[in-house]
């Protein structure tokens, strides 16, 4: 077989002697043939360098391969352009522009690297034909193709200068703005080239980090003209047209949100009508646009109003394009409701998406990802001014009360600090179930919860006593759900919780639970506020949650209850870590709720205890284990031991239920991550027990041939764990394999040490967060601190993929 570099160089070399307009023809899309094929472009990747393995010298002929391609298919258009051109060569050329930048090409060992004169002839030549009216009646749609294809080229668009980008803008104002394309009869298929390669180009240069600002004004009204004129019905104006160039007018207004302030103040009404009106259809791929539209006009609001001095996170004031009160609810009730969200996962159940055995963890797919992104932003944005209004209207002296709410320091550089936790500031009960969190989340669960088959005792009763609001909320049959419902409501308070993981969704008062954060660098940086729920707020949300997994836990409880129940719960952990870390009330409500959800898991009548058996990748046994990990190693069920530094005693009170769990008892190794963890952190926050009618021998057996010391209970269960311990280490590494697992050996490293010192003497803190899928620790005050900084509006949610045993999913 001949080589691939053979065969593009005889094809070159047809090119370099023709002058024959069909054979340069010919030869151009016999280039392009040959890199459709994947096969061929393996083969030239592999075959790069004659043979040679260095991978400075196939990225060098692979750079020199591509020089000679451009340079004689430019050669042979330009002879094209003194004969009769036609469309199709610039549309291989084009597509011969996108075959440069294929993934196949661009490994991370073979990336090549056109030189530098090689990319400026191609934006000259370009720029040349859109000088020549000639081609551009023959083939303007084509050439604008070429621009595309450049535009979606990272290596391109980084060599350009300022002034090339302004001629790009030129060139699409002719096409885009609607005056001018009407005057000279633009096609409508030209102007969607066009703004589909506006759209890339902005993409690509947001990537890069090049800045679009000066273009800001004119991109959006652009988008803002054409989305008029779809709402007044104008037949020259397509659908496809008018989305295009509002999702181009997203991806700028998420790298410049400053910047399009002010252009929204003119024409960001008319876009949110016409992405409120592409929400209504049932295409998902244009819903998705209206919702990432609608987000990124919330982040613009939200910067609009720190600039104006709000509170960070407020909606601001941009004129007409305002989110007042009203527009907000009805947005929500549109995006949020429980139909709504019901067919979301009906489709994308349908759409066969979310594949995985029965029982497994299922991630969600980008799209309904960025659905509950949306709600998410929504119900915050409405609760907190549903709060902030209900507040006013019951204070005697607004101001009054409001300068109450804060203290001064005395320094010189006046700083607003934390405030005194405020008594008896809250809604009333009433009040509180007309706002958007529990109109659209908690009362509709919290109805569902109460029809779960489960078996009531005089435990549940005590603790549903701590949150009066609850007998508030009635059910009865006609509230019953089915169990798509509960999913669907399960999944968007586990994105509540993930987006937001301080938990000020949560909160039920607009004035209270502020913090400031210091800055890393006292010199450099700023304090940055950050609003948390109270503990008492986020006790009862995790009392519902886990009266939801009491309920499905039950005999022949759905096992996709189960597991987004306990996604729900592991998400609350670290909104409980972050809240107990900068709260200064009491922890005992909270400390109260997660007890609650502890022995919702482990009672003996529930599914719980014996699905630990099959610790598998994304089963419903691994999430008990990473559930039960975090709520020790945090601390969630003794919040006030923690902060004081002692010992836990619910846990370890407790303990012996979690070393008597399958997962211990049926298993000589401990060959699971997640369970090395949670041994690690149970013996840190409880200790190994005294008391000598636990069987740690069925815990952790060994050999016949293995004699203990007959010392104390204490001394001879440390042993025995050390020796499950070490056996595990022991049998992970296998001289035929080489090294062994990074994260499994590092979790029992630090495992042994804490039994033998009773902390980790090689860290400053034994308590180490060990991730599934990263060997990196991370130490929990960092951990925390991490939390706090994490930018308020962060889009992407790359939400539902971001736990140690989730994974996304495009």
Not at 140 to 145: C, I, R, T, V
Not at 601 to 610: E, I
Request: charged letters at 20%; aromatic letters at 8%.
């Amino acid at each position: 077989m001949r080589c691939a570099k053979d065969e593009i160089d005889i094809v070159l070399k047809t090119l370099m002697k023709s002058s024959n307009a069909r054979d340069l023809r010919t030869g151009i899309q016999k280039i392009v043939q040959l890199f459709r094929n994947s096969s061929f472009r393996q083969r030239l990747t592999d075959e790069s360098g004659g043979g040679v393995s260095s991978i400075a010298v196939k990225r060098q002929a692979l750079s020199v391969l591509w020089k000679n391609i451009f340079d004689f298919s430019m050669l042979a258009l330009k002879t094209l352009r003194t004969k009769k051109s036609t469309a199709e060569e610039y549309k291989t050329f084009s597509e011969l522009i996108q075959n440069y930048g294929h993934e196949d090409l661009s490994t991370r060992n073979t990336r090549q690297r056109l030189p530098l004169t090689t990319i400026n002839k191609v934006r000259e030549f370009v720029f040349e034909l859109f000088d020549d009216e000639v081609i551009l009646n023959v083939a303007e749609k084509e050439l604008f193709m070429i621009i595309s294809s450049i535009c979606s080229n990272r290596e391109f668009i980084g060599a350009f200068r300022p002034t090339d980008v302004d001629v790009l803008i030129d060139l699409f104002e002719s096409r885009l703005n609607v005056e001018k394309s009407r005057d000279d009869n633009i096609s409508n298929s030209v102007i969607l080239v066009a703004a589909k390669a506006l759209d890339q180009l902005i993409r690509t240069t947001k990537v890069i980090g090049i800045s679009m600002h000066d273009h800001v004004s004119e991109c959006l009204a652009w988008a803002t003209q054409r989305c008029r004129s779809y709402l007044a019905d104008d037949e020259e104006t397509t659908q496809a047209v008018t989305t295009t160039l509002l999702t181009a007018a997203t991806n700028l207004m998420q790298s410049e949100p400053d910047q399009a302030i002010g252009p929204l103040q003119i024409g960001g009404s008319v876009m949110l009508a016409f992405a409120r009106r592409l929400y209504t259809l049932k295409d998902p791929t244009v819903k998705n646009v209206a919702i990432e539209y609608i987000l990124a006009h919330l982040f613009v609001c939200q910067v609009a109003g720190k600039f104006q001095g709000l509170d960070p996170g407020d909606l601001g004031h941009i004129g007409r394009a305002s989110l007042d009160a009203k527009l907000l609810d009805t947005l929500t009730e549109t995006v949020v409701s429980v139909a709504e969200i019901k067919s979301l996962t009906e489709s994308e159940e349908a759409s066969g998406v979310r594949r995985a055995p029965k029982g497994y963890w299922k991630p969600l797919s980008l799209k309904r990802r960025k659905h509950l992104e949306l709600c998410v932003r929504l119900i915050s944005a409405s609760q907190r001014q549903f709060l902030k209004e209900k507040e006013l209207e019951t204070m005697e002296d607004p101001v009054e009360r409001i300068l109450d709410s804060v203290e001064f320091d005395d320094s010189p550089d006046t700083q607003w600090i934390d405030s005194p936790r405020q008594q008896n500031t809250k809604l009333p009960s009433s009040i509180l179930l007309q706002s958007p969190l529990f109109t659209y989340a908690l009362c509709p669960l919290w109805k569902a919860a109460t029809h779960l088959h489960y078996s009531p005792n005089e435990e549940v009763d005590t603790y549903q006593t701590m949150f009066p609001i609850l007998s508030t909320i009635n059910g009865d049959d006609k509230h019953r759900q089915d169990t798509l419902t509960l999913v669907s409501l399960l999944q968007l308070v586990c994105a509540c919780s993930e987006i937001l993981p301080f938990g000020e969704i949560w909160s039920s008062c607009s004035l209270e639970d502020w913090f400031e954060i210091p800055p890393a660098d006292a010199l450099r940086g700023e304090y940055f506020s950050v609003k948390t729920a109270s503990t008492e707020d986020l006790a009862l949300v995790v009392f519902v949650i886990g009266k939801v997994l009491d309920g499905a836990g039950a005999p022949g409880g759905d096992p996709d209850l189960q597991i987004w129940s306990l996604r729900c719960l592991l998400q609350l952990t670290e909104s409980t870590a972050c809240s107990s870390f900068v709260s200064n009330a009491s922890l005992d409500s909270l400390s109260n709720s997660w007890q609650f959800a502890w022995h919702a898991l482990l009672k003996p009548t529930s599914q719980y205890p014996l699905l630990t058996k099959s610790l598998t990748t994304y089963s419903r046994g691994t999430f008990i284990i990473t559930l039960l990990r975090n709520i020790v190693h945090f601390g969630c069920t003794d919040l006030t031991n923690v902060k004081r530094n002692t010992h836990c005693e619910f846990l370890v009170s407790e303990s012996c239920t979690v070393w008597n769990l399958p997962a211990f008892s049926e298993s000589l190794t401990l060959d699971s991550p997640c369970l090395v963890s949670l041994a690690n952190s149970l013996l840190v926050r409880a200790s190994i027990n005294n008391d000598s009618s636990v069987s740690y021998a069925s815990v952790f057996p060994t050999n016949d041939n293995v004699h203990f010391p007959s010392e104390s209970i204490q001394k001879m269960n440390r042993f025995k764990i050390l020796c499950t311990s070490l056996r595990t280490i022991s049998n992970e590494i296998k001289p035929s394999e080489g090294t062994s697992k990074d994260a499994l050996i590092s979790s029992l490293i630090d495992y042994s040490l804490v039994i033998i010192f009773g902390k980790n003497p090689l860290k400053e803190s034994s308590l180490a967060i060990h991730d599934v899928t990263n060997p990196s620790m991370l130490d929990i005050e960092e951990f925390r601190i991490s939390c706090l900084k994490r930018p308020y509006n962060n889009s992407v949610l790359n939400s539902m993929g971001k736990c140690s045993i989730l994974t996304t999913s495009n």
